[in-house]
């Protein structure tokens, strides 16, 4: 008689990949195909609401063969449900290659929608904000936690099932992701010079205003008192939307 390890084993390899494996030997093949399709269908009904978008680009046949493609060759390393997300992240990354019903932004866009995914469920929680002082710019600032930065050469944010586009733009595109402190989720898409601002902000130093923006003055060969007033509103809005918190004096 076989082993229960040997009978799981066969029957989580039906479960995964029921094409290539039969099933364990007098299980009633209704029973398995439950399974199968319990399982199956869990899987893609997480990954169809947490990659809406992708989803969206994809014909219903096309879409079912990549989850069943991801549930056979992927081996997920955590048994976590939440964790699903993430490891549909690194098979398209790295186990996917290339097919020919994948668009080009396929990574870009997945990642972008797991971003969404990851900061909804994410534990950390904004400290309460302060009034924005007078003297804003001799103020000490630093990147929420909740606020990620991203880059991309595809405009992630415009692409749908009608609007796919073949190749990356021209111009990268600059996006910061964030949860606000009434938990929503939003996306603010910014150019390069406001993306090295905050990056200058989440050096982990916290520092003034007005040093990042002497900063980027001094990169941009420009006079800093040039960038203050724009500067002053740029932070001030970064503020107001939880993307930017005042440090404590």
């Not at 490891?87 to 971003?115: K, M, T």
């Not at 964030?178 to 406001?194: C, G, K, M, P, S």
Request: hydrophobic share 40%; with cysteine; charged share 20%.
């Amino acid at each position: 008689m076989k082993s229960f390890q040997s009978v799981q084993r066969e029957l989580t390899q039906f479960v995964r990949d029921p094409d290539h494996n039969p099933g364990p030997e007098g299980l009633e093949h209704r029973r398995l195909v439950i399974y199968r399709d319990l399982f199956f269908n869990n899987i893609n009904g997480f990954l169809s609401n947490g990659f809406p978008v992708c989803r969206s680009v994809y014909s219903e046949a096309d879409w079912d063969a990549m989850v069943r493609d991801f549930m056979t060759r992927h081996q997920c390393a955590s048994p976590y449900f939440l964790k699903i997300a993430e490891e549909f992240l690194a098979y398209l990354q790295s186990g996917r290659g290339n097919n020919v019903v994948d668009p080009p932004f396929l990574a870009e866009l997945a990642h972008y929608e797991w971003v969404e995914l990851a900061l909804d469920v994410a534990n950390e929680e904004l400290p309460d904000n302060g009034p924005i002082s007078n003297q804003l710019l001799d103020s000490h600032f630093y990147l929420s936690p909740l606020a990620w930065p991203l880059v991309y050469a595809f405009p992630v944010q415009q692409i749908s099932s009608s609007n796919c586009p073949d190749s990356p733009s021209d111009e990268p595109t600059y996006i910061v992701v964030y949860r606000n402190r009434a938990d929503r989720v939003q996306f603010l898409e910014i150019n390069a010079v406001t993306a090295r601002l905050l990056a200058l902000f989440d050096d982990g130093t916290s520092p003034k205003a007005i040093e990042v923006l002497a900063t980027i003055a001094a990169e941009l060969g420009a006079e800093v008192e040039s960038l203050l007033g724009f500067g002053g509103e740029l932070v001030t809005q970064l503020v107001e939307l939880d993307i930017l918190i005042i440090a404590e004096s």
